[in-house]
């Protein structure tokens, strides 16, 4: 039977003992397949909404992307709220603007009332890393206070970076007091124990084989099926065949994670002063953060084959050693990777296929929006589908090159974009 992949997370997680998997016929109102942030925010919200809900997860909880992502709390979407102006007009863009910062408040929620001990710390610094994405940024903050309003975020410039970040890689960027970062295997499994106690039916190592769409909804496993009045699809990059379909339409990219021994206090405050999450605003970008026993955890580089590097920490140390060459040959000592799902145009990819909703493809923006994806699926489960509707109506295209093309046409795009950070 499948255990967590090893890595920092999985070496800190609370305990957490592996639940049964599921055996023979079961009904419920409600079958949710994945047992990541979305399957189990969904879950949740479904039973506090009085259905019943029965979960099956491949693996273990938190598995997959919510249990290895670099934890970072980022407000809003893929999407800067003047990418969304651009594209979608003032009148639209405004509620996406809305439910991308709203996923904020959802995730502090649960933590808040389930009292899920998952480091939240807060804090979130958007680094620019040439001149021109400064003034982009600038550009952003006068548009989210014009918009709605927001007045949690603030410019700084490139002689204030010091109070945040103890770099000289960066040409200012913008700190989000709302933002933050967290444990999220942690949080993930505080999400699970929540849906348990709302009567949530919870199996692991009971990979879906087949999802039939019709009415009831009918989902089958190697040794049981659960029919249902809905299904939730909350896979993301690990939906592998189960719908072919979101093939079209999402790639898996593989991130890489490593964390450094633990720092003295005065090091890890020296570093970090600001204690925030970190990301760049480059294409293929780094992000890092500090974690509750300081260390420094770092994601950086990016692979588009499902291969790994032969040495994850010699993979990642060259982009640590960039970006604070006074960490040149700190000792690493976890090193892990973890695929998200990415589509063509970063935006996610939310919808429903007769009775089945499925929420996908957050483009390394997930750890927020997805607690709010599975609060939307229930809302519109409930008769309430605006929001819900909003993100199913966002455009999504496919990927060019058809099942032959697609992937090697993406990894030249991606190599691209990896260029123009360049120059």
Same mark, same amino acid.
């Given at each position: 039977?499948?255990?967590?992949?090893?890595?920092?997370?999985?070496?800190?997680?609370?305990?957490?003992?592996?639940?049964?998997?599921?055996?023979?016929? =079961?009904?419920?109102?409600?079958?949710?397949?994945?047992?990541?942030?979305?399957? $189990?925010?969904?879950?949740?919200?479904?039973? &506090?909404?009085?259905? +019943?809900?029965?979960?099956?997860?491949?693996?273990?909880?938190?598995?997959?992307? +919510?249990?290895?992502?670099?934890? #970072?709390?980022?407000?809003?979407?893929?999407?800067?709220?003047?990418?969304?102006?651009?594209?979608?007009? &003032?009148?639209?863009?405004? !509620?996406?603007?809305? =439910?991308?910062? %709203?996923?904020?408040?959802?995730?502090?929620?649960?933590?808040?009332? /389930?009292?899920?001990?998952?480091? $939240?710390?807060?804090? /979130? @610094?958007?680094?620019?890393?040439?001149?021109?994405?400064?003034?982009?940024?600038?550009?952003? #903050?006068? $548009?989210?206070?014009?918009?709605?309003?927001?007045?949690?975020?603030?410019?700084?410039?490139?002689?204030?970076?010091?109070?945040?970040?103890?770099?000289?890689?960066?040409?200012?960027?913008?700190?989000?007091?709302?933002?933050?970062?967290?444990?999220?295997?942690?949080?993930?499994?505080?999400?699970? #124990?929540?849906?348990?106690? %709302?009567?949530?039916?919870?199996?692991?190592?009971?990979?879906?084989?087949?999802?039939? /769409?019709?009415?009831?909804?009918?989902?089958?496993?190697?040794?049981? +099926?659960?029919?249902?009045?809905?299904?939730?699809?909350?896979?993301?990059?690990?939906?592998?065949?189960? &719908?072919?379909?979101?093939? #079209?339409?999402?790639?898996?990219?593989?991130?890489?994670?490593?964390?450094?021994?633990? $720092?003295?206090?005065?090091?890890?405050?020296?570093?970090?002063?600001?204690?925030?999450?970190?990301? &760049?605003?480059?294409?293929?970008?780094?992000?890092?953060? *500090?974690?509750?026993?300081?260390?420094?955890?770092?994601?950086?580089?990016?692979?588009?084959?499902?291969?790994?590097?032969?040495?994850?920490?010699?993979?990642?140390?060259?982009?640590?050693?960039?970006?604070?060459?006074?960490?040149?040959?700190?000792?690493?000592?976890?090193?892990?990777?973890?695929? =998200?799902?990415?589509?063509?145009?970063?935006? !996610?990819?939310?919808?429903? =296929?007769?009775?089945?909703?499925?929420?996908?493809?957050?483009?390394?923006?997930?750890?927020?929006?997805?607690?709010?994806?599975?609060?939307?699926?229930?809302?519109?489960?409930?008769?309430?589908?605006?929001?819900?509707?909003?993100?199913?109506?966002?455009?999504?295209?496919? @990927?060019?090159?058809?099942?032959?093309?697609?992937?090697?046409?993406?990894? *030249?795009?991606?190599?691209?974009?990896?260029?123009?950070?360049?120059?």
């Amino acid at each position: 039977m499948a255990s967590h992949a090893p890595s920092y997370y999985a070496a800190t997680a609370a305990p957490f003992a592996r639940r049964a998997p599921l055996t023979g016929a =079961i009904t419920a109102d409600v079958v949710v397949v994945g047992g990541g942030f979305t399957g $189990l925010s969904a879950a949740l919200s479904a039973a &506090e909404a009085g259905f +019943s809900v029965a979960l099956v997860e491949a693996r273990r909880i938190g598995w997959g992307a +919510s249990g290895r992502n670099g934890g #970072q709390m980022i407000p809003g979407m893929r999407w800067a709220a003047t990418d969304l102006v651009e594209h979608f007009g &003032e009148e639209r863009a405004k !509620p996406l603007v809305e =439910i991308g910062l %709203a996923a904020t408040d959802a995730v502090r929620g649960r933590i808040a009332r /389930h009292g899920i001990d998952c480091d $939240l710390r807060d804090g /979130h @610094f958007h680094a620019a890393w040439k001149p021109a994405h400064l003034d982009e940024m600038r550009r952003e #903050q006068e $548009l989210l206070q014009r918009l709605v309003a927001y007045d949690a975020a603030q410019v700084v410039e490139r002689d204030e970076v010091g109070a945040y970040v103890a770099t000289a890689a960066y040409h200012g960027g913008s700190y989000d007091r709302r933002g933050g970062h967290l444990h999220p295997l942690n949080y993930a499994l505080g999400l699970a #124990q929540a849906a348990e106690a %709302a009567g949530v039916r919870i199996f692991e190592d009971s990979p879906a084989l087949a999802v039939d /769409h019709g009415s009831p909804v009918t989902v089958s496993t190697p040794d049981g +099926s659960i029919s249902a009045k809905y299904a939730i699809l909350a896979c993301d990059s690990e939906i592998g065949g189960l &719908e072919p379909r979101f093939r #079209q339409v999402m790639m898996p990219v593989i991130n890489y994670n490593v964390t450094t021994t633990p $720092l003295t206090d005065a090091e890890a405050s020296a570093l970090i002063p600001s204690n925030a999450s970190i990301a &760049e605003s480059r294409f293929v970008l780094n992000y890092y953060r *500090l974690t509750a026993d300081n260390r420094l955890l770092f994601g950086g580089g990016e692979k588009y084959s499902p291969r790994p590097p032969r040495d994850i920490k010699a993979f990642v140390r060259p982009h640590i050693e960039r970006i604070f060459p006074q960490l040149t040959r700190v000792e690493l000592d976890h090193a892990w990777g973890g695929t =998200i799902g990415v589509t063509f145009n970063r935006l !996610p990819h939310f919808g429903r =296929i007769g009775n089945s909703f499925y929420a996908q493809g957050y483009s390394g923006h997930g750890v927020l929006l997805t607690t709010l994806a599975g609060e939307l699926i229930a809302e519109a489960m409930r008769g309430t589908a605006e929001r819900f509707d909003l993100m199913a109506n966002l455009p999504m295209r496919k @990927f060019p090159g058809g099942p032959l093309l697609r992937h090697p046409l993406y990894v *030249l795009g991606m190599l691209w974009y990896a260029l123009k950070d360049r120059l």
